[in-house]
């Protein structure tokens, strides 16, 4: 999906269209997609493009954790290696090792 130049209304105006059916830039979860859109961005869009400025702050709640999005982690728990798809993933196999619950 391309949008155009983002630093114009007329790229703006193409990217709050696509997020007013998309919750995302890509499938149904954060993906580098997303980073890279929001890093192209500099600055969250005004409110005459309230998809993309709604968009923009789900993305910007990530923190530091938006340059991870998208990305393949492994982690070792115990003897399994466990391959995590999304920030999503990471979180909720971390919580379950500190609780003994991945064998």
Excluded at 32 to 59: C, G, M
Aim: proline share 4%.
């Amino acid at each position: 999906m391309t949008f155009g130049d983002l630093k114009t209304n007329a790229g703006l105006k193409s990217l709050d269209e696509f997020l007013a059916d998309n919750s995302y830039i890509e499938g149904f979860q954060p993906s580098q997609a997303d980073t890279t859109v929001f890093q192209a961005l500099k600055s969250p869009p005004s409110a005459e493009f309230p998809h993309a400025l709604r968009w923009y702050n789900h993305i910007k709640s990530f923190g530091n954790g938006i340059t991870r999005i998208g990305r393949t982690y492994g982690f070792r728990f115990k003897k399994y290696r466990i391959q995590i798809k999304s920030i999503f993933d990471c979180q909720k196999y971390e919580k379950k090792a500190y609780r003994n619950e991945i064998k």
